[in-house]
């Protein structure tokens, strides 16, 4: 059984633009495999009174994730294993990430540090960080004379 489709190139195949897509595609042009950096994406949103931070962590258990203020920096680390139930298994194709992450966010002046909260849900942690009282701003409206 072949598992991987073999094309026998040839010096002018190389030349058409579909198959310059296809050998990079082939030639693990935009797949770095070897590397296993495991960053997942964040989400950073500010309302009035808040900044929120969103991190997608899938695959992630609560208990792997820790969320820590040093320095006024909020650093937040975690990590995700391969779970391998059986030594014998042989991986054909692997992209999924697996290992040790840790992501840093310089905060405001203006933030209270002892209010803030982490929540964890269906691979989502949202970190809530409020404003401190002089730092929102107030939607006043100022009459024109």
């Not at 609560?62 to 059986?86: G, P």
């Amino acid at each position: 059984m072949n598992l991987i489709n073999w094309k026998p190139r040839t010096v002018s195949s190389y030349r058409t633009l579909p198959n310059i897509f296809e050998r990079m595609l082939d030639d693990d042009f935009f797949f770095d495999y070897d590397n296993n950096d495991f960053r997942p994406s964040v989400d950073i949103n500010e309302s009035n009174d808040t900044f929120m931070i969103s991190a997608d962590l899938p695959g992630i258990k609560k208990s792997d994730i820790e969320v820590k203020v040093e320095e006024n920096t909020l650093i937040l680390n975690a990590s995700r294993h391969l779970d391998k139930s059986d030594n014998n298994e042989k991986f054909h194709y692997n992209e999924r990430r697996f290992g040790t992450f840790s992501r840093s966010f310089k905060l405001p002046k203006s933030v209270k540090e002892e209010k803030i909260t982490a929540k964890f849900d269906n691979g989502v942690l949202s970190i809530v960080i409020p404003k401190a009282e002089d730092a929102i701003k107030s939607n006043r409206l100022i009459a024109v004379k």
